[in-house]
């Protein structure tokens, strides 16, 4: 048997560092490990502030902050059209073979991938959230999938449940979609073995953005029960969002400000000191394709609570944590049940599982294979992918192949007007290890 093939893959996404968030990780924990395999990794994402232009991050991963600024949460304003030049220029800079595009909510994913396609490279999409079929914006953003998904390639979802909820959706078929789940760094979120926990306080901790979706208006209402009916009980909970204020008048109405702590938005690389003083990961989502942040928490030792919600079921086993439906009621029941649980947790041997379970070697090898069958789907001239367009609805369906056609005469236009031969290739090369900590200094 030869060599594998080796990939130069772009990924795009409106979120990446340095924001931080489950998408943001995952973007950069396989990028390095797909390095170490012998692939080319190049990301593509939208300036941050400052922070414009072409930047490198620890392995030598090229980063390209194109100068669109974000509109709203972080999204690119949707211009369908605007990135066309750049994104073209990218791909034949760095000779790209495979476009990896990640998350449904990124506006500059959709457009990236839709260039991708009119180009005729080969396009993946990992889907990292769950949505619904009845409310307007679900309604809006599953037409916007069905678009970006009618004509990719392959497609990745982070949990069997993704899996379905994308499906459904996007009218994919289903031997498109592979499930591949998120992994956790375990050599940066260790227990802390040194000094050993007591149980005479028991700390729950939070960890999460304050928003809707992360089920505050629950914590609301089960941190005053839990505090009530267990005294020794205290809370951390880190984050920041719309609904923190909910939870600090909730403090000041039960008078629990020395028992709930409030640390605000917490640093990636101080998540693990906070999780390393609790006992309890508490977890109130309402919707959730995989949850990272249980992982971080339970590679620490920390046995968790959470919602039955979305793919969270299929994250730990059931002897690692403790399932409770969206209620009130059940949540404060199953945090109670986690505390009689405890005396029998061994964080450094929860640890260890974790390190066997999830790994992002692994998530890499298997986002390999994805590559590889890509790159041996057949291409499709333009009749043939307009084609599948019109299947995505009698007005819609027309709507999206006029948005293609203007595309591709775009593309044409600007292939006149600046032929591929003219635009100067980049060299590969490869930083030296000790050059890693330099280069995240000047990235700052």
């Known amino acids: 048997m030869g060599d594998p093939q080796k990939h130069r893959i772009l990924m795009v996404s409106d979120f990446f560092y340095p924001n931080f968030g489950g998408v943001e990780n995952h973007i950069y924990y396989l990028s390095q490990c797909l390095l170490n395999l012998g692939h080319k990794v190049v990301v593509a994402t939208h300036a941050y502030g400052n922070r414009s232009g072409v930047r490198y991050m620890t392995g030598g991963l090229k980063v390209y902050y194109v100068p669109w600024r974000p509109f709203v949460m972080q999204n690119t304003l949707p211009t369908f059209y605007g990135l066309l030049p750049i994104i073209r220029t990218i791909l034949i800079r760095e000779r790209i073979t495979v476009v990896h595009g990640h998350q449904a909510f990124s506006t500059f994913c959709h457009e990236a991938l839709m260039h991708a396609r009119t180009m005729g490279y080969k396009v993946v999409f990992t889907d990292h959230s769950l949505y619904g079929f009845a409310d307007v914006g679900s309604i809006h953003m599953n037409k916007v999938l069905q678009f970006t998904l009618a004509d990719v390639t392959q497609a990745i979802c982070v949990s069997h449940t993704s899996k379905e909820n994308t499906v459904l959706r996007s009218g994919l078929p289903p031997e498109k979609v592979f499930v591949i789940p998120n992994a956790v760094d375990t050599s940066m979120f260790k227990p802390a073995v040194d000094c050993p926990r007591t149980l005479e306080e028991i700390v729950i901790v939070v960890i999460s953005r304050l928003v809707y979706r992360k089920g505050v208006d629950l914590l609301v209402e089960v941190i005053p029960e839990v505090c009530r009916l267990h005294p020794n009980v205290r809370f951390i909970i880190g984050g920041d969002g719309a609904k923190r204020v909910r939870l600090e008048e909730m403090r000041e109405k039960h008078s629990l ?43 620490c030792g920390l046995l968790t609570v959470s919602t ?3 793919g969270v079921p299929e994250v730990l086993p059931d002897d690692m944590i403790v399932l409770a439906e969206p209620d009130p009621s059940d949540m404060v029941y199953a945090i109670q049940k986690a505390i009689y649980m405890l005396p029998k947790i061994n964080p450094q041997a929860m640890h260890n599982r974790m390190k066997e379970l999830y790994d992002w070697h692994d998530v890499a090898k298997r986002t390999e294979i994805v590559y590889d069958r ?30 293609m056609v203007v595309g591709y005469l775009l593309w044409q236009l600007l292939e006149l007007w600046q032929p591929a031969d003219d635009i100067e290739e980049v060299l590969d090369f490869t930083l030296p290890h000790n050059c890693d900590e330099e280069i995240l200094e000047n990235t700052q």
């Open 308 to 310: 039955r919600v979305g």
């Open 257 to 299: 400000q020395d028992r709930v702590d409030m640390l605000g938005a917490v640093p990636h690389a101080q998540v693990r000191s906070v999780l390393i003083c609790g006992h309890i990961f508490l977890n109130s989502s309402l919707t959730e394709a995989f949850c990272i942040a249980i992982l971080e928490a339970a590679s």
């Open 374 to 403: 890509a790159l041996k789907c057949p291409n499709q001239n333009l009749p043939e992918r307009l084609s599948r367009y019109l299947f995505c609805g009698a007005w819609a369906g027309k709507l999206f192949c006029l948005v």
